[in-house]
């Protein structure tokens, strides 16, 4: 077995081999050992809220129909007809009781129970009596505050063990709303012409903010005078599991409760209320948190929640070694006052997504770290070692504990695929 | 020139001129082609009439956000484009109308191409800009940009003003 992390304790060395990024048959490994064994991020709960609302959704390289079944169940159906495989939903979303397929017009129960089809008297009478014939839900569905995901290992450990620690920064972004967090509509359905780990790492990695995104925190100083030096300061943290998390002081408003001038008075007189609320219901020092420090969080392998100047989910998936389908989704509290939401809109979009000030200087980063790796015959490693010196307990945000915990995990999870000849399910 | 003379071809030499604009990267001179309270929006794919509270847009810019947009994307700074994309605007099917009242209407298909470091993206959609005469010229009050894609896949940004 080829060694492709290299995690030297002793000489503060973190080395990862640029093959993981280009290689076809990594990519089949990690089909096998990751993405058919880890929880992946389908939605949120919040995308169908009514009976018979439905949403599509490709999740772990599947067509799946995510769907509020009338028995009241959310369930995930695998988007193919038992009959010849035909895609039965076709619409991106909608709301129905019945599903058809178009091909011989087989006809399912939003449960994914056959309904009926043409020319029954060409069947036997206990056709479909095992259930086979019905459209087929991934076994295990589970939520977190509303976050929905799906496992195609009946093995797994549930979500809840799975998250592990990851959950109470999860809290941390859904307590900002007593109503709960909903989903925008919207979601930005992007790519990135590069490995999906690039996007996990990058997703968390506080030391590129400054140098890639100069251009937004020049304009950030322009709006706000005060800020004199912008600082991006704070903790990173291993939350196990491959989960990871940097929290940093806020250079930007935050709609949470952490105004700066661009905003009106109004808002602001608004946002102190919001902070008194927050310190009512969970006390000063965990208002604080919620009000005034920035979380990127990685949830192993593929969802990255920021909730930073606004709060948005992104979750990807390759369909090749070079190249990423990202969704990108925005959360906010529901019922929130329009003029905050305002805010809080024209903030995501500021720095965030296709069209923002910052996002695609990350693609670009991203692009140009995939086209290079076309000399990994000659340079063959990545360097992940920022603030191994220091000890992984005393972590700076801007170090890459992050990182090293997501490679870690992998590490792991390669690992006992390696001693297979191919990759196997 | 008066809302007399005007005429659509006036609009449509104007229009022509801020693609030339963009494609030139003379993206100040784009701006100032902006009245002081000159909007330019690009709402979701698939959600045209989308409200900007309830739905995520990708560009949402009032008239200090789209001059901060021209700014940044002309610093080196501004990674995605430096060096500069090549790019290569056309409008069609232009539809004038209002030529005699305030606010003058234009819709047009457009198709944008982009390249750099070989590879190749095309945005293609409808615009739509509302245009005021101001200061002897043509101003534009808000342009509109609805992406007539299915995702942005595999452009994967709106790094360039469209």
Request: charged share 30%; with cysteine; net charge negative.
């Amino acid at each position: 077995m080829e060694e492709l992390i290299r995690d030297n304790r002793e000489k503060n060395e973190f080395l990862v081999h640029r093959s993981v990024f280009t290689e076809k048959e990594m990519l089949a490994r990690e089909r096998a050992e990751i993405f058919n064994k880890c929880w992946l991020f389908i939605g949120h709960e919040t995308e169908i809220p009514e009976k018979g609302d439905y949403k599509r959704k490709k999740v772990g390289g599947r067509n799946l129909l995510l769907v509020h079944s009338q028995d009241g169940e959310i369930r995930a159906l695998y988007n193919t007809c038992p009959h010849r495989g035909a895609l039965v939903a076709r619409e991106n979303e909608g709301n129905s009781r019945v599903f058809r397929c178009f091909y011989h017009a087989w006809s399912f129960k939003n449960d994914g129970e056959l309904n009926g089809m043409p020319g029954k008297d060409g069947f036997p009478d206990d056709f479909n009596c095992d259930g086979s014939k019905n459209m087929k839900a991934v076994n295990r569905l589970e939520g977190y505050r509303g976050f929905l995901f799906v496992n195609f290992d009946d093995e797994a450990i549930s979500l809840e063990e799975y998250l592990g620690n990851a959950k109470e920064y999860i809290d941390l972004a859904a307590d900002q709303s007593e109503a709960g967090l909903e989903v925008l509509g919207g979601v930005q359905q992007y790519s990135v012409r590069a490995n999906w780990k690039l996007l996990a790492e990058n997703s968390v990695d506080l030391y590129h903010g400054m140098p890639t995104h100069k251009t937004y925190f020049d304009i950030k100083q322009a709006q706000d005078p005060g800020i004199k030096r912008v600082k991006l300061e704070g903790k990173g943290k291993d939350l196990g599991n491959g989960h990871a998390v940097m929290e940093y002081v806020a250079p930007w408003g935050r709609p949470v409760a952490q105004w700066t001038p661009i905003w009106s008075e109004e808002l602001k007189q608004d946002m102190d209320k919001m902070k008194e609320r927050l310190v009512e219901r969970f006390g000063e020092e965990r208002a604080d948190r919620i009000a005034n420090y920035n979380r990127n969080i990685i949830i192993f392998p593929n969802l990255v929640i920021n909730d930073i100047m606004a709060i948005t989910a992104r979750t990807f998936y390759p369909s090749s070694p070079g190249y990423m389908e990202v969704s990108g989704y925005s959360l906010a509290p529901k019922r929130e006052d329009e003029e905050h939401r305002m805010a809080r809109n024209n903030n995501f979009l500021e720095f965030l997504g296709p069209g923002g000030f910052a996002t695609p200087d990350d693609n670009e980063a991203l692009e140009l770290c995939q086209e290079a790796y076309n000399n990994n015959q000659e340079v063959q490693w990545n360097d992940i070692s920022k603030g191994m010196v220091r000890g992984e307990e005393n972590a700076m945000a801007t170090d890459e504990i992050q990182m090293r915990s997501f490679w870690r995990q992998y590490k792991v999870r390669i690992e006992e695929s390696m001693k297979k000849e191919v990759a196997q399910t | 020139m008066t809302v007399a003379t005007l005429t659509r071809q006036d609009v449509v030499d104007f229009l022509y001129k801020e693609a030339q604009l963009l494609d030139e990267w003379k993206l100040k001179e784009w701006a100032a082609l902006f009245t002081d309270d000159g909007t330019y929006k690009i709402p979701p794919i698939g959600e045209p009439e989308a409200s900007p509270t309830e739905s995520l847009f990708y560009v949402h810019d009032n008239r200090t956000r789209l001059q901060e947009r021209a700014e940044r994307l002309l610093k080196k700074e501004a990674h995605v484009e430096y060096p500069h994309s090549i790019t290569l605007r056309n409008y069609h099917n232009i539809l004038v109308s209002g030529l005699g009242s305030d606010v003058i209407t234009v819709e047009c298909n457009f198709t944008t191409h982009r390249t750099k470091r070989e590879v190749l993206d095309t945005f293609i959609g409808k615009h739509t800009y509302e245009i005021v005469q101001q200061n002897g010229g043509l101003a534009i009050k808000s342009k509109k940009v609805v992406l007539y894609l299915d995702s942005l896949r595999p452009h994967g940004k709106i790094s360039l003003i469209l």
